[in-house]
């Protein structure tokens, strides 16, 4: 029985663990069970989804230089170190208190009366801020938060040479991505842009924990969507954002590795920075020897002399590995 000086806690969803124990599990469960839609589509071929392939399965195959399994083996071995390290940080922290929601739009209310006066609406402006607005903006500002943190160390990882050679290359042995995929990354690069920049995101914002299970969720769910090898003009994560697979596709190409950081929301930074790419070049412009954007030739591993990846001993990148009349400027 709880005594009185007890602070009072939120029933958690599952009876068998605690929410923050569960805000771990879900991303996990998202991520999975998402990439598996996809690589059904992709295996059996679906119809519905056939035109809008940005790659042909031969290319997988042939360009990637990790196998599927690899892949699979990287991602779960990288998903539990994370979460070992979760486990460590939730142990160390108290679980939410509850709150007492009435006396805070209560409080909300006197605060919008003393900025505006009396107002007949003063308390349904104040219960539309607290379940509505208020969440929404914590939201809004994480994906900000999070695609400013993954932007400049995603690019300062290109624009090393040493840290693109031994970390972020890995990511980069997918030249034609995938929904699991998505996650391939070294350790070292999975653990800072992922995990510190998520948890950046949640603590600045101040969010609940189930409100932070909530946009870690979507986060996943987006970061898959965008390496899932379909511009679908019927997705409504691709329409609403313009940072998408196809967008994103051009980065892991030779001709815009230099291109389009950002991720996993929005294109603001690429904007404003001068890295953004729209679509690929076109087909009359794919000799990469005279596209300003392609890398010099490497002796060694396929990485150029600035430490980028670079297949164009392998093969001549095209904007034929394109479906043209899939890519709508959204």
């Known amino acids: 029985m709880t005594s009185a000086s007890e602070p009072l806690r939120p029933t958690p969803i599952l009876p068998f663990m605690t929410d923050k124990q ?3 599990l879900v991303p996990l469960l998202v991520y999975w069970v998402y990439s598996i839609f996809y690589h059904l589509i992709s295996e059996y071929r679906v119809s519905l989804f056939e035109p809008y392939r940005i790659h042909t399965p031969a290319e997988i195959e042939k360009r990637n ?12 071995i990288q998903q539990v170190l994370q979460t070992l390290f979760g486990l460590l940080i939730l ?6 208190m509850l709150v007492d929601d009435e006396a805070e ?5 006197g605060e919008i009366e003393r900025m505006f006066g009396k107002l007949e609406l003063g308390r349904v402006m104040a219960e539309m801020c607290y379940w509505y607005l208020l969440p929404i903006t914590k939201f809004v500002i994480a994906m900000f938060v999070v695609d400013s943190w993954q932007y400049f160390f995603h690019r300062f990882l290109h624009n090393n040479p040493f840290l693109y050679r031994h970390i972020h290359s890995v990511h980069h042995r997918l030249y034609v991505p995938y929904a699991f995929g998505a996650l391939y990354n070294h350790p070292l690069e999975g653990f800072v842009m992922d995990i510190v920049g998520a948890g950046l995101a949640f603590k600045l914002t101040g969010m609940t ?35 998408n697979a196809a967008y994103h596709d051009i980065h892991h190409q030779s001709y815009g590795i230099k291109k389009n950081f950002s991720q996993p929301f929005f294109t603001v930074w ?10 690929p070049p076109r087909e009359s412009d794919g000799d990469e020897s005279n596209n300003k954007n392609a890398l010099p030739p490497s002796k060694t591993n396929g990485i150029s002399s600035n430490g980028h990846v670079n297949d164009n001993h392998e093969e001549q990148v095209t904007a034929k590995r394109y479906n043209l009349r899939s890519r709508k400027n959204v």
């Open 22 to 24: 569960l805000s771990m």
């Open 209 to 243: 924990t189930r409100e932070g299970m909530a946009f870690f969720s979507f986060a996943t769910m987006k970061t898959v969507d965008d390496h899932c090898g379909y511009a679908l003009p019927f997705n409504p994560l691709q329409l609403i954002f313009g940072n």
């Open 270 to 279: 690429d904007r404003l920075l001068g890295t953004y790419m729209e679509k």
């Open 105 to 109: 739009v209560d409080k909300l209310t």
């Open 65 to 76: 230089k990790v196998t599927k399994a690899e892949v699979i083996k990287s991602v779960l």
């Open 91 to 96: 142990m160390a922290e108290d679980e939410d």
